[in-house]
C-alpha cells in the first residue's frame, strides 16, 4: 500500500473516530507532533544562511526581484492549465 493511500485513509478514519481514539493517537504521538527544529541554534544552518546573505549583498548570487519572480510564477501556472 503506497504512503498516500496510507495517509488517506489515516484522514479519513481520524475525521469519523470517536473523541477518546482521537485523544489516545494523538497522545502516542504528541512528542513528534509537537517537536520542532530550532534552526537559530544550527551551526551549519545559520552558517549557510549567512552565506547566501553575503553571496546576494556581494552580487555574485543571481537574485530576481519580486515582481519578477511572481509574474514567472503566474506565467508557469498559466501556461500549464493550456
Not at 494523538?26 to 507532533?33: A, D, S
Amino acid at each position: 500500500m503506497s504512503t498516500t493511500t496510507i495517509r488517506q485513509k489515516l484522514y479519513d478514519y481520524i475525521r469519523g473516530a470517536e473523541d477518546r481514539k482521537v485523544k489516545a493517537i494523538y497522545t502516542m504521538l504528541e512528542e513528534e507532533i509537537e517537536e520542532s527544529y530550532d534552526y537559530w541554534n544550527d551551526k551549519a544552518f545559520m552558517a549557510a544562511l549567512a552565506k547566501r546573505s553575503a553571496d546576494r549583498l556581494s552580487g555574485t548570487s543571481k537574485t530576481v526581484p519580486w515582481k519578477e519572480a511572481k509574474a514567472q510564477i503566474l506565467a508557469s501556472k498559466t501556461s500549464k492549465k493550456k
